[in-house]
């Protein structure tokens, strides 16, 4: 058991002081990090807690690497580097102005979906017909991109970007997630949709695995960040531009047209707390003026999404509000029916987990 006073010792480091251009230089392998005494060791022992309260004897093993990820053929979770110090946190922060996973919600619901790609490895369930007949092909190609269809109501809703559909083998783990989570009440949340019919497969295969020793137990670490040469600098280098491909031609042109990153006013307000202190009237106008769905357990999932993203890219352009508030909600309301008519037809970025 880690004490407040060991867990803070595993804390300092010889670069947790650094400013962040320093900090930046330092390679991966050099930073000598470790899950031991990190926040998120124990969100780890959370999510066995769960795996034993649903009779599942495996436990995947975890790791620190660049990204969230469970590698093909080995039943385990890698834990991206930042969750292990406090002060890559900050970085992480600042560099990409979001922490994926930062909150113990946000972790917890990660978790719960890698969990599912391990356990899908450790029992080797992507080869049962069942699992084809229900979720598609594993084997099918991978894509860069997938055209998500917020209308259907044939996946389940979990981390958000309408991710299980990206493909058969992210389908299978949000569905997984959705049935692991404590107190899920899955059964009515999902009746009538043949989302259901997923939900029950995962439910009997889980059954079937009950307190069974798992087939693939391969304790591997792949891209472990002790092997790992690139410096913090190079590796947000590469994500930002990734991301800014994924993520920012039409988000950003549609910010950039109703707000500015040169405001009139010093103290003009931000357009992420504008989004963020109206979010719920704004996901209902969204819902009212789209008709996205005829219920609103739909309607406020595809708002929802919607909404974190323009705040997502407001917060990394740091863009202001122009003249007054009520000027800037109504430019809000037009920017994000336009933003939610764009993601019904055009083709949502592939984020890799």
């Known amino acids: ?20 251009a320093q900090l930046l230089q330092y390679r991966f392998c050099d930073l000598q990090l470790s899950l031991s005494g990190a926040p998120v060791e124990s969100a780890i022992a959370h999510l066995h807690r769960e795996l034993d309260a649903r009779a599942i004897s495996f436990k995947p093993h975890a790791w620190l690497a660049e990204e969230w990820f469970s590698p093909d053929g080995v039943p385990g979770i890698a834990i991206p580097f930042y969750l292990a110090h406090p002060r890559l946190v900050q970085l992480e922060r600042r560099m990409m102005g979001s922490v994926e996973g930062g909150n ?15 356990i899908d490895t450790a029992y080797r369930l ?17 894509p860069d991109r997938y055209r998500a269809r917020p209308s259907s109501r044939r996946y389940v809703h979990h981390l958000g970007d309408w991710y299980a559909q990206a493909h058969p083998t992210e389908d299978f783990a949000e569905t997984f997630a959705v049935w692991l989570k404590p107190r899920s009440n899955w059964r009515h949340d999902y009746a009538g949709w043949p989302a259901l019919h997923k939900l029950l497969t995962v439910d009997r295969f889980m059954q079937e695995i009950r307190e069974v020793p798992a087939p693939v137990r391969a304790r591997d670490e792949i891209e472990p960040l002790e092997l790992n040469t690139r410096t913090l600098a190079q590796y947000y280098r590469g994500r930002r531009a990734r991301e800014q491909r994924f993520r920012s031609s039409l988000t950003d042109r549609l910010l950039r047209e109703a707000f500015t990153d040169a405001p009139a006013r010093h103290n003009a307000i931000l357009v992420a707390t504008l989004l963020r202190e109206n979010r719920a009237a704004l996901a209902v106008d969204v819902m009212r003026d ?6 609103p357990g739909f309607g406020r999932y595809s ?6 993203i323009a705040i997502d890219r407001s917060v ?3 863009l202001r509000i122009r003249g007054s508030r009520r000027d800037a909600l109504a430019a809000a309301r037009t920017l ?3 933003l939610t008519r764009s993601y019904l037809s055009i083709e949502t970025p592939q984020l890799p987990l």
């Open 1 to 20: 058991m880690i004490t407040r006073r060991s867990r803070a010792a595993t804390m300092v480091t010889p670069w947790s002081a650094l400013d962040d």
């Open 104 to 118: 113990a919600n946000w972790m917890m619901r990660i978790l719960r979906h890698e969990a599912g790609h391990a």
């Open 126 to 142: 992507r080869r049962r017909r069942i699992w084809r007949e229900t979720f598609g092909y594993a084997s099918s190609p991978y």
């Open 290 to 295: 789209l008709k996205l769905a005829p219920e």
């Open 303 to 308: 708002a929802y999404q919607v909404l974190r």
């Open 316 to 318: 990394i352009l740091k």
């Open 336 to 338: 994000l029916r336009r």
